[in-house]
């Protein structure tokens, strides 16, 4: 009778030893699928800390408050100290509604940042000939969709890679062309006219 007992309890331990039963017998089922890391990270070039990362060509008064540069004087560029070949350009910017400005790509000389020496992403709403007006890249693609920028922020997402040049302003596409004229140069943010600021500017090569 002792010998019976003594193997019900060691069967009763190895019982409640084992894990408990469940419905789904693939433990990895229901599990997030890997995310695949990105080619590049995100990298700020201006969050409001300070210009290190561009030098200064032309007389506009930028002026830096809390995370914003702007200005509403003068005539110039922000450009990047760096020169980048393909990326992912994030850039937000507010404008008012006779502002000129402008994003510049793949400039290969800083101190030339011009519309025929580089790719001008427009920010100019009231611009005479609205073929290149705000959202198209000057002398090479209009906007898809007409779409005002002044007096609110705006999000720019501009991807350059190889010779494909795609453009979404505010969530919108509204250029993707290919052009083969310059693969690598500075970038610059631009002063012309009216008030004009930028914020949250960062980039990811690609």
Not at 92 to 116: K, M
Not at 160 to 189: K, M, T
Not at 192 to 198: L, P, R
Request: proline share 6%.
């Amino acid at each position: 009778m002792k010998c019976l007992v003594g193997v019900i309890a060691v069967l009763s331990l190895v019982a409640c030893s084992e894990p408990p039963p469940t419905d789904n017998p693939d433990s990895s089922a229901g599990a997030s699928p890997a995310t695949a890391a990105p080619s590049g990270n995100w990298r700020t070039l201006f969050d409001g800390s300070g210009l290190s990362a561009f030098r200064i060509n032309g007389d506009a008064n930028w002026q830096i408050d809390s995370d914003v540069v702007g200005a509403d004087t003068g005539s110039g560029m922000l450009v990047t100290n760096e020169v980048f070949d393909d990326f992912e350009l994030e850039v937000e910017f507010w404008v008012d509604v006779p502002a000129n400005s402008g994003i510049f790509l793949r400039c290969p000389d800083p101190a030339e940042v011009t519309d025929t020496t580089c790719y001008e992403v427009n920010i100019f709403d009231t611009r005479p000939d609205q073929t290149y007006r705000t959202g198209g890249i000057v002398n090479i693609a209009s906007p898809a969709v007409e779409l005002h920028a002044g007096g609110r922020w705006n999000r720019y997402e501009i991807t350059a890679l190889g010779e494909r040049l795609q453009v979404v302003l505010n969530g919108e596409p509204v250029v993707d062309v290919e052009d083969g004229r310059f693969s690598s140069g500075h970038i610059g943010l631009q002063y012309g006219a009216g008030i004009v600021k930028f914020r949250n500017v960062r980039i990811r090569t690609l």
